[in-house]
């Protein structure tokens, strides 16, 4: 009881901090993302005073991200872009590997390499799911219908498109002892293991569906133990097992049920999620770092805002297309997921890592104010 008394109530300390910040952010007009983020930095090993305990908060932030991209992975219907703005289905995933190329080439001319260029540029490539989903719910926003439509249609899609790019990336990524085809087949069978989970998970909860505490602990107990699983026996990123868990039961009945009751938790978890990500830039670095930051930058401008309106405008989106470039002209979770797995092996040294957390800042904060900027009444030609 001793022990366990200081850790609840650091947990509730840093999640009232998370609040003031959030409703202070919001009061100035900026998303309370940036006010998590604040928290964190302030409660780092890096910045004078209280420090959390790194590894109670990276534990919830692990139990954030897997039901924040669980979550995620439940709300796509990819059959559902058959029929509504079919331009995204080519829109999307071209803006992925056209953006995740550059990246490529500035590895080659800085010198980091291709593999940690393409680390680089994939993490540019993906935008902010929770991010995006506020911008559309947002009471200042100023986007209509079609847009909000598009944006969401294109973050998921970069998120499925990402899964697949991801994955080859983590095989070349791969050790001497875990060899690039051993990374692959491993990505394959877990594939294989979500789609198994994706028949009987359904039955579960169609079983449990009148209890309503249980069908929210089966719910919640499966996309954790499935990432886990997977990121466990086939060394698969927690938030990339996580995604492919929710995505393959997406088509179920049950989903958006599931969904729905998860929603509060994962709200919850991802706050203590950006609180982490924010306890791990060090300001010591970020003198060193600005070459990079300056760079990573540019590369969402160029190679990411630049690419989505020329695109948006070649498919005839059916959306404003500047605004929707600049709703999604930011990095977050998988872009964290991508830089960590790249620190840990090696492939990106801790100033870069530094030059993308502080991206995540900058991006979030600096995309969400911009798509706002647009009159309600903007035309989507």
């Given at each position: 009881?001793?022990?366990?008394?200081?850790?609840?109530?650091?947990?509730?300390?840093?999640?009232?901090?998370?609040?003031?910040?959030?409703?202070?952010?919001?009061?100035?007009?900026?998303?309370?993302?940036?006010?998590?983020?604040?928290?964190?930095?302030?409660?780092?090993?890096?910045?004078?005073?209280?420090?959390?305990?790194?590894?109670?908060?990276?534990?919830?932030?692990?139990?954030?991200?897997?039901?924040?991209?669980?979550?995620?992975?439940?709300?796509?219907?990819?059959?559902?872009?058959?029929?509504?703005?079919?331009?995204?289905?080519?829109a999307a995933p071209i803006q992925m590997v056209i953006t995740a190329a550059v990246g490529v080439g500035v590895g080659v001319v800085t010198g980091i390499g291709p593999l940690a260029g393409?680390?680089?540029?994939?993490?540019?490539?993906?935008?902010?799911?929770?991010?995006?989903?506020?911008?559309?719910?947002?009471?200042?926003?100023?986007?209509?219908?079609?847009?909000?439509?598009?944006?969401?249609?294109?973050?998921?899609?970069?998120?499925?498109?990402?899964?697949?790019?991801?994955?080859?990336?983590?095989?070349?990524?791969?050790?001497?002892?875990?060899?690039?085809?051993?990374?692959?087949?491993?990505?394959?069978?877990?594939?294989?293991?979500?789609?198994?989970?994706?028949?009987?998970?359904?039955?579960?909860?169609?079983?449990?569906?009148?209890?309503?505490?249980?069908?929210?602990?089966?719910?919640?107990?499966?996309?954790?133990?499935?990432?886990?699983?997977?990121?466990?026996?086939?060394?698969?990123?927690?938030?990339?097992?996580?995604?492919?868990?929710?995505?393959?039961?997406?088509?179920?009945?049950?989903?958006?049920?599931?969904?729905?009751?998860?929603?509060?938790?994962?709200?919850?978890?991802?706050?203590?999620?950006?609180?982490?990500?924010?306890?791990?830039?060090?300001?010591?670095?970020?003198?060193?770092?600005?070459?990079?930051?300056?760079?990573v930058l540019a590369l969402i401008v160029v190679a990411k805002l630049a690419v989505t309106y020329g695109l948006a405008r070649l498919t005839r989106l059916d959306a404003h297309p500047l605004?929707?470039?600049?709703?999604?002209?930011?990095?977050?979770?998988?872009?964290f997921v991508l830089a960590s797995v790249g620190l840990a092996a090696g492939v990106i040294d801790p100033i870069l890592y530094t030059a993308i957390l502080a991206a995540v800042a900058l991006?979030?904060?600096?995309?969400?104010?911009?798509?706002?900027?647009?009159?309600?009444?903007?035309?989507?030609?």
């Open positions: 009881m001793e022990l366990t008394a200081p850790a609840i109530f650091e947990i509730g300390a840093l999640l009232l901090a998370a609040a003031a910040a959030g409703w202070l952010a919001r009061r100035v007009h900026l998303p309370a993302v940036i006010g998590y983020l604040v928290v964190g930095l302030a409660v780092s090993p890096f910045t004078p005073g209280w420090v959390a305990d790194p590894a109670q908060l990276h534990l919830l932030a692990d139990i954030g991200v897997v039901l924040l991209l669980f979550e995620v992975g439940i709300e796509i219907d990819l059959f559902d872009f058959r029929h509504e703005q079919r331009g995204l289905v080519l393409a680390l680089l540029g994939l993490a540019v490539a993906f935008s902010s799911s929770v991010v995006v989903l506020n911008i559309t719910r947002s009471r200042r926003r100023t986007t209509d219908a079609r847009t909000e439509k598009a944006l969401v249609g294109w973050a998921v899609l970069q998120d499925v498109t990402g899964v697949v790019l991801t994955g080859f990336l983590l095989a070349a990524m791969g050790t001497a002892e875990h060899p690039w085809y051993v990374a692959l087949l491993g990505l394959a069978a877990f594939i294989g293991l979500a789609w198994v989970a994706a028949w009987v998970l359904p039955q579960a909860l169609r079983a449990v569906h009148e209890d309503k505490d249980l069908f929210l602990v089966v719910a919640i107990g499966a996309g954790l133990a499935i990432a886990g699983l997977g990121a466990y026996l086939f060394q698969i990123p927690l938030a990339l097992a996580a995604f492919i868990a929710g995505l393959a039961i997406s088509e179920s009945h049950e989903s958006a049920e599931a969904r729905r009751r998860i929603l509060p938790f994962r709200d919850l978890f991802a706050i203590l999620f950006f609180v982490a990500v924010g306890s791990l830039i060090d300001p010591t670095r970020l003198p060193e770092a600005l070459p990079w930051l300056g760079l605004q929707l470039a600049v709703g999604l002209a930011q990095i977050g979770e998988f872009s991006s979030i904060g600096i995309s969400t104010v911009a798509v706002r900027w647009f009159p309600r009444s903007a035309a989507s030609a």
